[in-house]
Every structure is written in structure tokens, then in C-alpha cells.
């Protein structure tokens, strides 16, 4: 029997990159995955510039093991976000993983320039994108965990430091869903409901893989454009990362912390699906905080 068999997840953000790596790796392990996004087949999110839905997301889902249920939500919008999690306590009668991977900022990170020059405008779209929203289906998805006394909520970042992000907005939004777990993991600790923050390491993304100009097959080359990215992982490492947690019958002894794939790939032993266990801490360390 697998680990999640019968438990129920909802990833907010499954679309693409770690949100869908997420999704299809609880299905890895049994679990019936709502994955939520914006854009679905035929019917891409204003804006959205990329080929990937949820639809596509939920069948992955399925074909890893799980049972992947595709619902299109604004995570912005708190009565689709309302109307969510009332069809998951409908249809299933509990909710066991929360994974907030809501993100929307490609397009608004003016990166080189200083926060004084930075689009009012776009600050506050971003953070209405990056941190209301999770804030907003935390509120509505918590209350079944409550209930039940049991539930993990994951906040994914990047980075589980404090070290600066190299730009005003970028680093203050990360952070800020850091603490979005740290606040929760209090409050919910009476509840036995746990909520930890998780970062991948260098994200081996579907944008990532066209910025540089290649796919998953030759990935290595990409190397030839930025040195750095031949530490790469892919999405599913973060997913394993979060499936074992979920797993875990002690993962409330992590709540409130900040916790990277490749550091609970060390702890829970587990690979990418490309075989191998990269590791990001480890490579920074060496090679490129080094330079700094």
C-alpha cells in the first residue's frame, strides 16, 4: 500500500514547475491531488504566455498512482477559494496536505533595479499574487485540518535563509511566505496541525528549460549559458521532498521551520527521477558563495 493512499491534498498552484512536481509526486505516493490553478486546457490565465494547465497537471497525477482532480481557482478571488475547499469537504470529508505554490510574478520582478525605482503598481499585484493568496486559502483550508486535528501545510520559497535575494520585492515575498509558516505552526500547534516552509534548490522548470534553450533530454547543455545550472533539479525533487514529509508520522517536529529539498533528501534518502540527488546546499557553499 502506498504512503498517502487515501489522503487528500490540494496544491495551489499546480500548474507548472514545483507546484505540479509536487502534485504528481503525492500521486507517486496514492494521494487524490486537487490541483488548482488558473489556466485550463483551451482556456489559458490572462497574461499566461505558457502551454501548461491543470488539466495536463491532474492527468500526470493520475498516471504517477494518484488521483489528480483538475479545479480552476483564482487564488486571489477568496470565494472561489471558499467554494474549493467546500467541495473538498463535500467530496472527500477531510483534507490532509495544503500546499501553497501560488506564484504569478514572472512578469513583475524588475530585477537591477533599486526599490525606489520599483512599479507601486506591480508591488502590490505581486503581493497580492504571492502572499495574499496563500494567506487567503490558508484561511479557508485550515479550518477542515482543525477539525480533524491533523493536517501539513507547506509554504513553498526560495531559500531557507535570510540571506538577501538580490532584489527588494523578489526577497521580501519569499521571506514573507517563510513567516506565513512560522506564524501558522504557532497558532495550529494546539491544533496538531503543522506548517513548515520548503525551497527546491536551482529549479529545473519548463520556463527555466526554454529560457536556456533546452529540454529535459539534453538539460546538461543549458549548462553552457550559466555554469550553475548543472545543479539543477527538477520539479519532482521538490515533489518528493514534500510527499515525504507528508509521509512522515513525525512531521510535526519540523513545524515552523524553513527546509530545502536537498536537505530532506539527505534525511529521508530519496533521489530526482533522473536518478540523481543533487544538491544545492552544498553546491552554493562550494562554488558560488564563494565568490561573493
Known amino acids: 500500500m502506498k504512503k498517502l493512499s ?3 491534498a490540494v496544491v495551489a498552484g499546480a500548474t507548472r514547475g514545483a507546484g505540479r ?42 498516471s504517477y498512482g494518484g488521483v489528480g482532480i483538475p479545479v480552476q481557482v483564482d487564488h486571489t478571488a477568496p470565494a472561489q477559494v471558499e467554494a474549493l475547499f467546500r467541495r473538498v469537504r463535500d467530496e472527500q470529508g477531510r483534507l490532509d ?12 520582478i524588475e530585477w537591477g533595479k533599486p526599490f525606489w ?31 480533524q486535528r491533523h ?38 500547534k494546539p491544533h496538531d496541525v503543522t506548517a513548515v516552509a520548503v ?16 529540454t529535459e533530454a539534453n538539460w546538461q547543455d543549458g549548462a553552457k549559458k550559466e555554469p550553475h545550472f548543472i545543479a539543477s533539479e527538477t520539479p519532482y525533487f521538490v515533489g518528493r521532498a514534500v510527499a515525504a514529509l507528508a509521509a512522515d508520522p513525525n512531521v510535526a517536529a519540523k513545524s515552523g521551520k524553513a527546509l530545502s529539498s536537498w ?24 562554488n558560488v558563495a564563494q565568490t561573493r
Open 199 to 214: 525551497t527546491p534548490g536551482f529549479l529545473r522548470s519548463e520556463e527555466m528549460l526554454e529560457h536556456f534553450g533546452v
Open 117 to 147: 525605482e520599483l512599479s507601486l503598481e506591480r508591488m502590490y499585484t505581486l503581493m497580492e499574487r504571492a502572499v495574499y493568496s496563500h494567506i487567503i486559502t490558508s484561511r479557508y483550508g485550515a479550518p477542515l485540518m482543525v477539525e
Open 263 to 286: 536537505g530532506l533528501s539527505d534525511e529521508y534518502n530519496f533521489s530526482d527521477i533522473d536518478g540523481r540527488q543533487p544538491h544545492w546546499g552544498r553546491y552554493f557553499a562550494e
Open 97 to 108: 496536505v495544503l500546499i501553497n505554490d501560488v506564484w504569478g510574478g514572472e512578469k513583475l
Open 151 to 188: 493536517g501539513l501545510i507547506v509554504e513553498i520559497t526560495d531559500g531557507d535563509t535570510l540571506d538577501y535575494r538580490g532584489n527588494f520585492l523578489y526577497d521580501l515575498v519569499k521571506t514573507s511566505v517563510i513567516r506565513l509558516a512560522y506564524g501558522m505552526a504557532q497558532e495550529l
Open 6 to 8: 487515501g489522503k487528500i
Open 21 to 62: 512536481g509536487i502534485a504528481c509526486m503525492l500521486g507517486e505516493l496514492g494521494a487524490t491531488v486537487y490541483c488548482t490553478g488558473r489556466s485550463v486546457r483551451g482556456r489559458p490565465a490572462s497574461g499566461a504566455n505558457r502551454p501548461e494547465t491543470i488539466d495536463e497537471t491532474a492527468e500526470m497525477v493520475t
